[in-house]
C-alpha cells in the first residue's frame, strides 16, 4: 500500500524533580487513523546560563507513555486512596550519552489512534530552598518529536458482501478494515474459497482501532475449514481491521474471498442486513434516537479491477438478547465538576432476569484531565430477606453482559472492565478512575443469588441501588492536607493534588512521612515566636529616639509573626488576612528594616534649613519604601530584591564614614570599643544569617533554620543601632577684642557619643 509520513513537534520546557503529578511536565499528542508505526524522538539537553551545562550533573530523567489519557504515575510508590483504579502506562528512562545532550526513541507499532500523552520529569531531589539569582541554576530541557507512518487507501470490507483477491507471489499480506457501529454482539470473519500451492496457506488476524499485530487474534486457515474468525462482544463505533496474510515460502497465487458478518444484538438469528436508515440499522427503539454509526449509501460501492463484492447470506449462531441501554444526563457545573444523573433516577431497580445497562459519555480531550467516580449503595429492604448480591461491571466502549460469570468477574477472553459488588453485609461500594479514557463508559447490574453452588439468577427478587456517577477534579478534593491544583499545557487542562506536611499520595492520602500535630504545632510556634527577638531593638530604639526605626521594626515583627502563622502546610494554620497580602508585608518590613538601620548608621546630616527642609534620612527613609514597594511587586523571591537595596545604602554609609573620616582626620567611628563591642559583632551575626538563609535551608529544615534567621537578624539590629545623637549647641560669643575684625565661631555638636564631650572642636571661622 501506499504509506504517509507526518511530522510533528513540541517545543522544548524545563522539568522539575518530582514531588507530585502537578510538578511534570504533560505532553499532548494526536496519532492519526490507519497509522502502522509511530515513533518518538526524545531529544533532552543541559543548560546553565544560557550555554550548554557540560558541567551540569547527569539526572535520569524518566518519560511514561499512554493513549487516550494522562498516565496515571506513582514513581514514589506510595499508597493510593481507596477504591482506586490505576491503569496502566509504559514507562522509559533516559541516561547520558553526551555530556549535555542525551536522545532516546521508543517505538509503538500499530499505535491505537486518537490522543496519546507523555509525561516527563526528573528524580525527587532534597528539596534545597535556593535563592533566585545567587548562582546559574542547571535546567533538563526536554524535547518529544513524533513521526507517523500512515497507510492510505485501506480496502474497506461492507458486511454481507463477499470481496475476492488475489495475492500475487510478491505480496505477503492484505490489509482490510470494516466499521463496527453500535448495539453489535457479535463479528465474524471468515475466508471463502482459498486456493493456493498448498491449500489455504493464509494467516487471518483482526485487531480493533489499529491494524493487527503479531500477538492479535489469529487464525492459521490451514488447520481450520471453514476459516472463521469470531469476536463477541466488538468496540462499538470503531473501525476493525482483518489482516489476511500469506505463510512465508509459499510460492505462486493465492486467490481468496472475504466477508464480514455483523450480528445485531437484538436480532441474533439474522446477520446485519447491508443498507438501512442509521435507526433501524442500530435496531434501537426510536424513543432513544439514532445512535450513529457507519453511513452507508443505497447501493454498494463498485468494485476495483482485482476486486469483485457481491451480497450474501450467512446464518449467525445465537447470542445473548441486546439489554436496552438508559442514557444519563449531563450536568456541567464547573471544570471538571461534571453529574450524570439517570432519568426515573438515582434509585435504580435491578430485576432478577436481566441486567441494567447505562452509558455515562466523557467528552474527548475536555473529560480525561479529571477523575471518575463512581457509587453504588444498596438498599437492604429491598432483598426481602434473600442473599442478593448486586454486581456492577464498568467499561469503556462495550457494554458487558454475557452470561452470569462474567457478570461475577468483569472479564471475559477480550475484555476486563472494574468490577463493583453490593450485598446485604456490605451495602456501599466505591470506585475512583483518575484520568478516564474519553468515550462511552458502560455500566451493567445484575443481581445474582449466591447458593451452595456459586451465583445463581435470582427468582422474584427486585434489588434496588442508588447509583451515584460524577467528574471530580481530584479525589476528596485532596484532602485535608493537599490543594486540588487545575493545570495547562498548552490548549489542555488537568488537575492534579499537591500535597503538604508530609503526606504524599495520588490523594494525599499516604500519611508514611506525615508530620505529627506535635510537629506542626512546634514548627509554627518556632516561626512565629521568634519574631519575639525583634523586640530588643525596639526598645533600644525608642530609648535612642529612633521612632521611625522602632515603627518598621514593629511592622516587621507584626506581619513576620502572622504571614507565618498563615503560611503552614498542616493544620495549625491562622490567617488574619489573605495570604498574598501578609507575604508582601512580611517580605516589605524586612527589607525595609534592613534599608532603615543601614541609614540610620550613616548618620547623614541635614543639608539646609533643617527647620524647613526634610533632612537627608527622610528622603531616603520614603524613596526607600516606594523602590522597595515596586521591587516586591516585580518579584517577590529576587536575590536583587535584598542585595541591591542594602549595598545601596551600604554605598550611602560608606560615603558618609569616609567623609567624616576625611574631615576628622582619623578613623570614623573613632573608638575601639565600638568597633569590637557593636559593630564587628553585627556584621558577623547579619553574615550569618545571609549564609544560612542562601545555603543552608531546605524544605526539611526550614522551620528552625528560619526560626534561627529571624533570631540572628533580629540580634543584629540591636548591636548595629548608632546611640543615641548628642544634642547639638553653639558657645556663647567669646568677648570681641577691640581692633580685631574676627571671631571665632565653635560648634560642639558630638557624632556618635564617641567624643569626649568636654572637648570642643573648632568647625569654622565666622566673618564678623
Known amino acids: 500500500g501506499l504509506f504517509v509520513t507526518d511530522y510533528f513537534t513540541r517545543t522544548p520546557r524545563k522539568l522539575s524533580p518530582f514531588r507530585s503529578f502537578a510538578s511534570i511536565e504533560l505532553f499532548h499528542f494526536h496519532i492519526p487513523e490507519d497509522t502502522v508505526i509511530a515513533v518518538w524522538n526524545l531529544i533532552t539537553f543541559k543548560e546553565q546560563g544560557g550555554t550548554f551545562g557540560d558541567q551540569c550533573p547527569d539526572r535520569s530523567i524518566t518519560v511514561y507513555f499512554r493513549s487516550g489519557a494522562p498516565s496515571v504515575i506513582n514513581p514514589l510508590h506510595t499508597h493510593f486512596p481507596r477504591d482506586t483504579a490505576v491503569p496502566g502506562s509504559f514507562a522509559l528512562t533516559l541516561t547520558w550519552t553526551l555530556p549535555n545532550r542525551t536522545t532516546g526513541v521508543f517505538n509503538v507499532t500499530s499505535p491505537l489512534p486518537g490522543d496519546w500523552f507523555l509525561a516527563a520529569h526528573l528524580p525527587k531531589d532534597e528539596g534545597k530552598i535556593s535563592v533566585k539569582g545567587l548562582y546559574e541554576e542547571c535546567q ?107 505463510h512465508p515460502g509459499v510460492p505462486g497465487i493465492v486467490s481468496f474471498q472475504v466477508t464480514v458478518q455483523l450480528t445485531d444484538c437484538s436480532r441474533p438469528s439474522l446477520a446485519r442486513p447491508p443498507f438501512l436508515p442509521s435507526s433501524a440499522s442500530m435496531n434501537m427503539p426510536h424513543s432513544f434516537g439514532s445512535a450513529g454509526g457507519l453511513v452507508l449509501g443505497d447501493s454498494p460501492p463498485p468494485a476495483s479491477p482485482n476486486r469483485t463484492k457481491h451480497q450474501v447470506h450467512i446464518a449467525s449462531p445465537t447470542s445473548d438478547q441486546c439489554w436496552p441501554i438508559r442514557p444519563t444526563l449531563r450536568n456541567e457545573l464547573d471544570t471538571f465538576s461534571v453529574h450524570f444523573y439517570i432519568f426515573f433516577g438515582p434509585n435504580v431497580s435491578v430485576p432478577p432476569d436481566r441486567p441494567a445497562v447505562f452509558v455515562i459519555n466523557l467528552l474527548p480531550v475536555l473529560d480525561s484531565g479529571g477523575v471518575l467516580n463512581l457509587e453504588l449503595r444498596l438498599n437492604v429492604s429491598s432483598l426481602c430477606g434473600e ?25 471475559t477472553e477480550h475484555l476486563a ?19 478516564p479514557q474519553t468515550g462511552s463508559w458502560y455500566l451493567s447490574l445484575r443481581s445474582l443469588c ?25 479525589i476528596n478534593d485532596c484532602g485535608m492536607y493537599g490543594q486540588c491544583k487545575l493545570l495547562r499545557t498548552n490548549n489542555y487542562l488537568y488537575a492534579a493534588c499537591e500535597c503538604k506536611a508530609g503526606w504524599n499520595g495520588w490523594g494525599c492520602t499516604d500519611n508514611t512521612e506525615a508530620f505529627s500535630y506535635g510537629f506542626q504545632l512546634l514548627s509554627t510556634l518556632l516561626l512565629c515566636l521568634s519574631n519575639v527577638m525583634f523586640v530588643p531593638p525596639v526598645a533600644i530604639a525608642v530609648r535612642s529616639h529612633y521612632l521611625l526605626e522602632a515603627a518598621v521594626y514593629i511592622f516587621t515583627m507584626f506581619f513576620s509573626t502572622f504571614y507565618h502563622a498563615c503560611d503552614q502546610p498542616g493544620i495549625v494554620v491562622f490567617c488574619i488576612m489573605e495570604y498574598d497580602v501578609l507575604q508582601f508585608c512580611d517580605f516589605l518590613g524586612s527589607l525595609m528594616s534592613v534599608w532603615v538601620t543601614v541609614i540610620a548608621m550613616a548618620r547623614l546630616q541635614p543639608v539646609a534649613y533643617p527647620d524647613r527642609c526634610p533632612t537627608a534620612p527622610q528622603v ?68 550569618a544569617a545571609v549564609l544560612l538563609y542562601a545555603f543552608v535551608e531546605t524544605e526539611e529544615n526550614y522551620f528552625y533554620i528560619h526560626s534561627i534567621w529571624h533570631l540572628l537578624i533580629a540580634g543584629s539590629v540591636g548591636f548595629l543601632l548608632p546611640p543615641r545623637a548628642k544634642p547639638s549647641g553653639r558657645l556663647g560669643p567669646l568677648p570681641r577684642r577691640k581692633g580685631c575684625g574676627y571671631q571665632l565661631c565653635v560648634n560642639e555638636q558630638e557624632e556618635l557619643g564617641l567624643v569626649d564631650p568636654a572637648v570642643a572642636s573648632i568647625n569654622s571661622i565666622c566673618t564678623s
Open 140 to 246: 533538563y530541557l526536554f524535547q518529544p518529536q513524533l513521526i507517523v507512518q500512515r497507510l492510505v487507501n485501506i480496502a474497506v470490507l461492507y458486511p454481507g458482501y463477499v470481496t475476492e483477491q488475489s495475492m500475487a507471489p510478491h505480496n505477503r499480506s492484505c490489509l482490510y478494515k470494516v466499521f463496527v457501529p453500535s448495539y453489535t454482539s457479535r463479528v465474524l470473519v471468515e475466508v471463502l474459497q482459498c486456493r493456493g500451492a498448498e491449500g489455504c496457506p493464509l494467516w487471518l488476524r483482526v485487531r480493533a482501532k489499529a491494524p493487527p499485530l503479531h500477538n492479535s487474534t489469529v487464525l492459521d486457515c490451514r488447520e481450520h475449514n471453514p476459516c472463521q474468525l469470531a469476536l463477541d462482544l466488538p468496540f462499538w463505533q470503531h473501525w476493525y481491521y482483518v489482516l489476511v496474510e500469506k
Open 387 to 411: 442473599n442478593v448480591t448486586v454486581f456492577g461491571c464498568l467499561n469503556h466502549e462495550v457494554p458487558l453482559t454475557s452470561g452470569d460469570n462474567a457478570s461475577v468477574t468483569c472479564e
Open 417 to 435: 472492565g472494574f468490577l463493583l459488588s453490593v450485598n446485604a453485609t456490605a451495602s456501599l461500594s466505591r470506585l475512583r478512575i483518575p484520568y
Open 450 to 474: 449466591a447458593t451452595e453452588h456459586g451465583f445463581e439468577p435470582c427468582t422474584n427478587v427486585t434489588a434496588e441501588v442508588y447509583l451515584r456517577a460524577y467528574l471530580s477534579p481530584c
Open 620 to 687: 531616603l527613609y520614603l524613596l526607600g519604601a516606594m523602590l522597595l514597594s515596586m521591587a516586591l511587586q516585580m518579584d517577590r523571591h529576587g536575590l536583587w530584591n535584598l542585595l541591591g537595596p542594602s549595598l545601596f545604602a551600604l554605598g550611602i554609609m560608606a560615603i558618609a564614614w569616609t567623609a567624616r573620616t576625611i574631615q576628622r582626620r582619623h578613623c570614623y567611628p573613632p573608638t575601639w570599643k565600638r568597633w569590637a563591642f557593636y559593630l564587628c559583632p553585627g556584621a558577623l551575626i547579619a553574615a
